[in-house]
């Protein structure tokens, strides 16, 4: 399942641990009260701390997580945290104090410093994934993908304001709260990685590669660029906003060219891909020849060129003589070789508007356009020859091979199958001449017998 989806696979495969992760991290806070690990709680002395029913959420959505293959109790857990942070939220309801843990020592702490409280950012994360892993567990990956998005973008949010030194961006979630409730978060949100708009940025393809590319800029450059606008106006005021037009614009022109280049190079890799599939689709792959199929094709456009401007055509069969002896004297992989080696010398002793294809078993048709009857019999013999004169001892010794070769010109209102099957006659004649020769068809001669005797009578 999803194997050409291999950054889908690993989104899948890292819930579960983004889960634990989050469970162990929500469990570290909470045995935290107990032995006084302030540190952990409250990692800043005077910014905000990790409340206990923070943490509490945080194990129970981490436990639905862990049970989320569509089960009522991931449901129960995620239904139970959504409703205690829907009332923090929405009505500003707090848990009595006889039911938050460890209430005592959450009073001496918060003698101490700042308030530590169950906060309205805290709540909207912990609400939106929880809704995101309802969503999920009742097969709405969509609608999960989006709320479980939220959720994890509060955390963040909260982690930008600690970067810019912004209190108003994490409110009351502290650092340790970050840490706890972005795993779960992430978690929620790649467990419907197979679906939706993550399995497009996770997509092998070219859109999922250039999602990527530009989240990752649109993400990345605005944090760079705020950070630096930030130590820029503690120097110059009047130089940040200028700045901060230099820099978009440069960070989109970089964004643009990425892009393009990442195109570039898919479409490349897509141009290679489809040049390597006609060549598969036409090509014959012992011999590199065109097929069958390609002769066909070329062989109507040809055909109709030559009937609408009344230009010549011709065709030529070659077939490499006593082949079978060959193949039974030296073996089928000296026989390969040879058809091989065939083919080259055809293809090296044409005109790049001939086609040479391998017709089957030892025989090559050569299209040839612009072509009488008479410049086509000179192409066949110094084709003829060209093999006749080829040393093939380094194959295998003693190797000696030769062709016989017929040849047509087409005639008026004449098929393509006729004309080879009249090419196919002045072949027959070849090899009942003695072979090793070339032989040309009569313009006119019956063309549906392909018996040998009627074929010599037909070309005596």
């Known amino acids: ?62 436990l639905a997580q862990l049970r989320s293959k569509h089960s009522y109790l991931a449901l129960l857990l995620a239904t139970l945290v959504a409703l ?10 707090h848990l009595p104090s006889d ?43 969509r609608l999960s993908q989006l709320l479980a998005m939220l959720g994890f973008a509060m955390p963040q949010v909260a982690m930008t304001g600690y970067a810019f030194g912004m209190s108003h961006f994490y409110g009351e979630m502290s650092l340790t709260t970050i840490m706890m409730v972005t795993p779960v978060t992430l978690a929620i949100l790649l467990s419907s990685a197979h679906r939706g708009g993550i399995r497009a ?13 530009q989240l990752f800029l649109s993400m990345g450059v605005p944090f760079l660029v705020g950070l630096l606008l930030i130590k820029t106006a503690e120097r110059s005021p009047s130089v940040s906003f200028g700045l901060l037009i230099v820099v978009i614009s440069q960070a989109s022109a970089l964004m643009i060219a990425l892009s393009a280049i990442l195109y570039e190079q898919m ?54 003589d006593h082949f079978k002896r060959i193949n039974d004297t030296f073996g089928h992989s000296v026989g390969d070789i040879v058809l091989q080696r065939l083919a080259s010398l055809l293809s090296s002793n044409s005109r790049t508007q001939d086609l040479v294809a391998r017709w089957g078993g030892e025989e090559f048709v050569l299209l040839l356009p612009d072509t009488n009857a008479e410049n086509t019999l000179k192409v066949a013999e110094k084709m003829r020859d060209a093999v006749a004169s080829t040393d093939f001892s380094d194959i295998a010794e003693r190797l000696q091979v030769t062709i016989s070769v017929g040849t047509a010109q087409l005639a008026r209102n004449e098929t393509m199958s006729e004309l080879l099957r009249r090419a196919d006659l002045a072949l027959y004649q070849a090899k009942d001449e003695g072979r090793n020769c070339v032989k040309m068809a009569p313009a006119m ?6 018996h040998s005797k009627e074929v010599q009578q037909q070309l005596h």
């Open 84 to 93: 205690v942070s829907a009332a923090r939220l929405f009505f500003d309801a």
């Open 267 to 320: 479409d490349r890799s897509r141009r290679a891909s489809h040049r390597q599939l006609e060549q598969l689709a036409t090509r014959d792959p012992l011999t590199g020849a065109y097929n069958r199929h390609a002769l066909e094709r070329r062989a109507e456009i040809e055909l109709a060129r030559s009937r609408r401007h009344g230009f010549p055509l011709s065709a030529v069969i070659i077939d490499a």
């Open 99 to 141: 039911v938050v843990p460890f209430e005592q020592t959450l009073s001496r702490i918060n003698q101490h410093g700042h308030a530590i409280n169950f906060g309205v950012h805290s709540a909207f994360c912990l609400l939106m994934s929880a809704l995101g892993l309802i969503a999920f567990n009742l097969f709405r990956p």
């Open 1 to 62: 399942m999803h194997r050409q989806f291999p950054l889908v696979r690993f989104a899948l495969s890292v819930t579960k641990p983004l889960a634990l992760l989050s469970l162990a991290s929500a469990l570290l806070v909470l045995l935290s009260y107990p032995l006084g690990m302030e540190q952990i709680i409250r990692p800043v002395v005077t910014g905000p701390g990790s409340h206990p029913v923070t943490a509490s959420c945080i194990i129970l959505l981490s």
């Open 201 to 213: 940025i996770l997509s092998p393809w070219a859109g999922g590669k250039v999602a990527r590319l």
């Open 445 to 450: 001669v019956a063309i549906h017998s392909s």
